[in-house]
Structure formats: structure tokens, C-alpha cells
């Protein structure tokens, strides 16, 4: 099975499992409801799938892999932005917030492992591919949350957790 159809056939799957993982890592389960959590994991799933649809030459590969050429994916970036300022604005940590894309990768891979597939080229492709979607949202996500954190109105402060 193609990882993009089975993020797209099995995300109530995967969300169900995510939100489960995630209070299980303690990651901010006070703060949303699942259903909160949800969706917008939700969106980034989505446009993480629609990514991965969508050719991509080695040259583009490469440069996504730098960090360059994300104007080809300007719905995973504004879908990160917005999940960004929505978790600042429910008083999650930075830390929280990388957690759940931590939560949400494993999560992918574990139902990806469940498929029956064979390891070839294709699904080596397959889990780069979502890899580099997933930590260019976490990027972007990581900056909008620190740049909006920093700003004079609420002073950014990390939270180590200990």
C-alpha cells in the first residue's frame, strides 16, 4: 500500500492511536480535548498525504532536504503555522509541541508497519518522502511558534520539562 493512501484510508486510525500516544507522553493532555488535537493533526496528516501524491524530481528532493523549494508545499507550511499558534495559545510548551509530531511520526510508521508490503525502492521513496514532510511542518512549526513567543507581547520561555 502506497503511504499516502494509507494516511488518507486510515487517519481516524492513526489519529485515535496518536492522541493515545501522546497522553501517554504527557504531552499536554490538560490543555485541548482529543478532539481539539485531533484536528489539526488531522490537517497536517492530510496535507502530509497530498505532498506525497504530488512528483517530485531529484533536484526538488534534494533542495526540500535543504529547506529550499517550499513554495511547492504552501499548505504543509501554513498548516504548521497555524498549528503552531494554536498550541502557543493553548499554553503548550515548545517541547509539547515537538512531541507531537514525535508522536505523530511513530504513530504513521507503526500503521505503516502493520500493511503488508514489500521493502523496495518505492517504499524507501515513500518513507523519505514523508519524513521530509513531517520535519519540514515540525520547522515550521518550531519557527512560528518561536518567533510569535518571542514577540513584546508574550516573552518566550522554554520550558525544560524538569
Given at each position: 500500500m502506497?503511504l499516502?493512501e494509507?494516511i488518507?484510508?486510515?487517519v ?9 500516544f ?10 485541548l480535548?482529543?478532539?481539539q ?8 496528516l492530510l ?7 504530488t512528483?517530485q524530481s531529484a ?13 511547492h508545499a ?7 503555522k497555524?498549528?503552531?499558534d ?6 503548550f510548551?515548545?517541547?509539547?509541541l515537538?512531541s507531537?509530531?514525535?508522536?505523530l511520526r511513530?504513530?504513521?510508521i507503526?500503521?505503516w ?7 523496495n525502492?518505492?517504499?524507501?521513496d515513500?518513507i ?7 520535519d519540514?511542518a ?5 519557527a512560528?511558534?518561536s518567533?510569535s513567543?518571542?514577540?513584546?507581547a508574550?516573552?518566550f520561555q522554554?520550558?525544560s520539562?524538569?
Amino acid at each position: 500500500m502506497v503511504l499516502a493512501e494509507l494516511i488518507e484510508q486510515k487517519v481516524d486510525d492513526i489519529l485515535e492511536d496518536w492522541s493515545e500516544f501522546a497522553r501517554r507522553l504527557g504531552v499536554a493532555p490538560e490543555k485541548l480535548s482529543d478532539q481539539q488535537r485531533r484536528n489539526s493533526a488531522r490537517e497536517i496528516l492530510l496535507h502530509i498525504a497530498h505532498d506525497m501524491r504530488t512528483g517530485q524530481s531529484a533536484d526538488e528532493q534534494i533542495a526540500k532536504s535543504k529547506g529550499e523549494g517550499l513554495e511547492h508545499a504552501p499548505e504543509i507550511v501554513d498548516v504548521a503555522k497555524t498549528h503552531a499558534d494554536d498550541r502557543l495559545a493553548h499554553g503548550f510548551t515548545l517541547e509539547e509541541l515537538v512531541s507531537e509530531y514525535r508522536a505523530l511520526r511513530a504513530t504513521v510508521i507503526r500503521h505503516w508497519q502493520a500493511q503488508p508490503y514489500r521493502v523496495n525502492e518505492e517504499t524507501i521513496d515513500q518513507i523519505v518522502r514523508f519524513n521530509e514532510a513531517i520535519d519540514q511542518a515540525l520547522t515550521e512549526s518550531i519557527a512560528k511558534y518561536s518567533a510569535s513567543a518571542k514577540s513584546p507581547a508574550r516573552p518566550f520561555q522554554w520550558h525544560s520539562g524538569t
